[in-house]
């Protein structure tokens, strides 16, 4: 229990400077270009779209798991 413990606080520190060093580093270098609408929505789209082929490969090879051990 001390271990996880020990680990998530480790963690949230990382996560906290992580942050913490990149708000300052936007307040530094406000024009620094933020991804566009556009490059989210593309995305987006592409991670849909394989996990999509992904689950649909899963559930071929589960429904059809006995015919192909034969091959």
Same mark, same amino acid.
């Given at each position: 229990? *001390?271990?996880? !413990?020990? #680990?998530? #606080?480790?963690?949230?520190?990382? +996560?906290?400077? #992580?942050?913490?060093?990149? +708000?300052?580093? !936007?307040?530094? *270098?406000?024009? #620094? ?5 556009? $490059? ?10 394989? +996990? +999509?082929? !992904?689950? $649909?490969? !899963?559930?071929?090879?589960? *429904? ?8």
């Amino acid at each position: 229990m *001390r271990y996880t !413990a020990a #680990r998530t #606080r480790q963690a949230v520190i990382r +996560l906290t400077t #992580r942050v913490q060093e990149g +708000l300052e580093e !936007a307040a530094r *270098r406000p024009d #620094r270009g933020d991804i566009s609408t556009t $490059t989210v929505i593309i995305w987006v789209a592409a991670v849909t779209g394989a +996990l +999509l082929i !992904a689950g $649909t490969i !899963a559930v071929v090879i589960a *429904r059809y798991n006995l015919k192909l051990s034969g091959l």
